[in-house]
């Protein structure tokens, strides 16, 4: 996984009983993952596993962040081209990747977060700041995570998206969203 924040948020939408039998490996960011990908491979243990999945966000660059999954399938020894959220055929073990939001859209998975949120009318707030402020941020990754973070603070006790996924209140982690990211992570 990219980081922590993904990490939290399959381990809350995963839920306890699947999230056990998973072994997660977090990355120290997105140009960390081939490394952490090819030190995986020398683990002693790597020969055991049933799957492996790779968990990033899209940012702000298709081609780019293809091209990085490249070079984390290749870091695991898999020369067949992702198929966003599907493993590929015949690779032992077997690999898949999920580029959040939909392997399509620029964005994160506070993009899938923004559209989970339970408080509506907090959310239109967060909006109308947004607008006034001018809209800061240049990019979408850093539009939402500027939108989410604006939205966790505004929560009655301020939060890290880390905190809010935790038994979350903030969050409807049964949403429709989470479909896709649930099921990838049921596949592994």
């Known amino acids: 996984m990219e980081g922590g924040d993904e990490q939290k948020l399959c381990e809350a939408i995963a839920g306890p009983t699947m999230w056990s039998g998973l072994v997660c490996w977090k990355a120290s960011g997105r140009a960390d993952l081939p490394n952490l990908a090819k030190l995986a491979t020398l683990d002693p243990s790597f020969g055991h596993a049933r799957s492996v999945g790779v968990l990033l966000d899209m940012e702000d660059n298709l081609e780019e962040a293809h091209a990085l999954v490249q070079r984390t399938l290749a870091a695991l020894n898999v020369t067949t081209p992702f198929v966003q959220g599907s493993f590929v055929p015949g690779a032992a073990p077997k690999v898949g990747v999920f580029l959040s939001p939909d392997g399509q859209q ?39 995570k500027g939108w989410l973070d604006a939205y966790l603070a505004m929560q009655p006790e301020p939060l890290r998206l880390h905190q809010a996924l935790n038994g979350s209140k903030v969050f409807d982690l049964t949403h429709a969203v989470f479909d896709p990211l649930r099921a990838f992570l049921q596949a592994l």
């Open 106 to 144: 620029r964005g994160s998975i506070d993009g899938l977060c923004k559209q989970a949120v339970r408080d509506s009318a907090l959310a239109s707030c967060v909006d109308t700041l947004v607008t006034c402020a001018g809209q800061p941020h240049t990019t979408e990754a850093r539009k939402l």
